[in-house]
């Protein structure tokens, strides 16, 4: 390492919290300005050194962190090339995540963020943890918690720009976690476009799939194909020092079933216009008003 | 392209997940998942490597209310769709 001050970011993501021990220390407060996320002083579940890597070449970014990722038998782990490297060392809980310093400058953050997943991932089975990240946006509406999901362009930033006479939770990536008998849906420091999200958390009531259509329209669509759109939004449980394997996609698919069990899913059609929020009141019976947030659910 | 004599078998490299009354289905290459609902399940069921398409689509035509054109149409076109995706293969490989 190049000098040996550094400046501590906490990452909070559910009941995990990751301790991120920047170099230079002006990373955390980057990282400070960008993760909108609860506050915490639980001890850390993962200790990281997150240390910027200088360099000349102009890096070809990838589109997933997944897929060019090599990792050693010794808990090291490279991805595109050198992109980001680092090792994990599980026993001690600690590990070093090393991105090139292009990954901590304005919209490439959201690449860097992804390294994040992985990280949560690995605290996760560390904890012996049962909560998944789904590629989504949510919003808490009379206590209740929905989830929009759907590929990238299918409107979840819109559904949460229309959203804001509620509880926005974010529109990028939410934490499902089983709670009872159902899952609770939960904010994370991660982001997409939308910055007005507030971190909350609320029992989970329903998932839409998200369509842009000519219409508002709520239709209920089968479990298999529930179950195919949902597990295509969760982000593959692979850790820092792990590769996916033949196992990952029938486990996210296992999680999706499990979700489903308890949570119905639809299919939204829907205008660049809050209308959808009039028949979701209806179909679930919500109280909601016409004046500002629903914030009922800040923690 | 897949014809009438065609006989198909499921990948067993696919795995497959039941949930409700449909199937998920992962593809090969595992990233992708694809869903069979009502009719694309009772198509999935009847390849196994000894009927033919045309044995599938009789049983089709037997089995709902569809004129034999249309059903013979839309298999053909649901199981080359299935071909390239690698979730069946050709019984001779």
């Given at each position: ?7 501590q970011?906490?990452l909070?993501?559910?009941d995990?919290?990751?301790d991120?021990?920047?170099y230079?220390?002006?990373?955390a407060?980057v ?10 002083d639980?001890?850390a579940?993962l200790d990281?050194d997150?240390?910027?890597?200088a360099?000349?070449d ?9 897929a060019?990722k090599?990792v050693?038998?010794?808990g090291?782990f490279?991805?595109?090339g050198g992109l980001?490297t680092?090792c994990?060392?599980?026993t001690g809980?600690?590990g070093?995540?090393r991105?090139?310093a ?6 490439l953050?959201?690449?860097?963020e ?11 089975t560390?904890?012996?943890?049962d909560a998944?990240?789904v ?8 206590g209740?918690?929905?989830?929009f999901?759907?590929?990238s362009?299918a409107g979840k930033s819109?559904v949460a720009?229309?959203s804001?006479?509620?509880h926005v939770?974010?529109d990028?990536m939410q934490l499902?976690a089983?709670e ?6 939960r904010?994370t420091?991660?982001n997409g476009?939308f910055?007005n999200?507030l971190p909350?958390q609320?029992?989970?009531r329903?998932i ?9 329209r ?7 194909e529930?179950?195919s759109?949902l597990a ?9 020092d792990?590769l996916?394997t ?11 079933a499990r ?10 059609e829907?205008?660049?216009?809050p ?14 008003g016409d004046g500002?947030g629903?914030r009922s659910?800040q923690? | 392209?897949l014809e009438?004599?065609s ?5 067993p490299?696919c795995?497959?997940r ?5 199937l998920?289905i992962?593809?090969?290459e595992?990233?992708?998942?694809h869903?069979?609902e009502?009719?694309g399940v009772?198509i999935?069921?009847h390849?196994?490597?000894q009927?033919?398409l045309?044995m599938?689509l ?7 209310d569809?004129a ?6 839309d298999?053909?076109?649901f199981?080359n769709q ?5 979730l069946?293969?050709t019984?001779d490989?």
């Amino acid at each position: 390492m190049a000098g040996t001050e550094k400046q501590q970011c906490r990452l909070v993501v559910g009941d995990l919290v990751m301790d991120l021990n920047c170099y230079p220390p002006a990373l955390a407060d980057v990282l400070a300005n960008w993760f909108i996320q609860e506050a915490s002083d639980r001890p850390a579940d993962l200790d990281l050194d997150l240390e910027l890597v200088a360099h000349e070449d102009i890096p070809e970014l990838p589109n997933s962190l997944l897929a060019n990722k090599l990792v050693g038998s010794d808990g090291s782990f490279d991805v595109a090339g050198g992109l980001i490297t680092g090792c994990l060392d599980r026993t001690g809980a600690r590990g070093s995540i090393r991105p090139k310093a292009t990954l901590a400058r304005g919209r490439l953050l959201r690449i860097l963020e992804q390294i994040f997943y992985q990280a949560f991932h690995s605290a996760n089975t560390l904890r012996g943890g049962d909560a998944c990240l789904v590629h989504s946006s949510a919003v808490i509406a009379d206590g209740a918690g929905f989830l929009f999901v759907g590929p990238s362009g299918a409107g979840k930033s819109t559904v949460a720009q229309l959203s804001t006479n509620h509880h926005v939770l974010g529109d990028e990536m939410q934490l499902l976690a089983p709670e009872g008998e159902g899952f609770t849906v939960r904010s994370t420091p991660f982001n997409g476009t939308f910055r007005n999200k507030l971190p909350g958390q609320a029992p989970l009531r329903a998932i839409f799939i998200l369509e842009q259509a000519d219409a508002h329209r709520l239709t209920a669509i089968g479990p298999a194909e529930a179950a195919s759109a949902l597990a295509a939004e969760i982000v593959p449980p692979v850790g820092l020092d792990e590769l996916p394997t033949p196992d990952t996609l029938p486990a996210m698919v296992e999680y999706a079933a499990r979700i489903l069990e308890y949570t119905p899913v639809w299919r939204l059609e829907f205008l660049p216009d809050p209308g959808f929020w009039e028949i979701l009141a209806t179909e679930f019976n919500l109280e909601i008003g016409d004046g500002p947030g629903d914030r009922s659910d800040q923690p | 392209m897949l014809e009438l004599q065609s006989i198909l078998v499921q990948n067993p490299a696919c795995p497959v997940r039941e949930i409700g009354e449909g199937l998920v289905i992962m593809a090969p290459e595992g990233t992708v998942t694809h869903s069979l609902e009502s009719i694309g399940v009772f198509i999935w069921n009847h390849i196994d490597g000894q009927n033919s398409l045309q044995m599938v689509l009789d049983a089709i035509v037997a089995e709902y209310d569809v004129a034999a054109d249309t059903a013979r149409e839309d298999l053909l076109e649901f199981v080359n769709q299935m071909h390239k995706s690698g979730l069946v293969l050709t019984a001779d490989g």
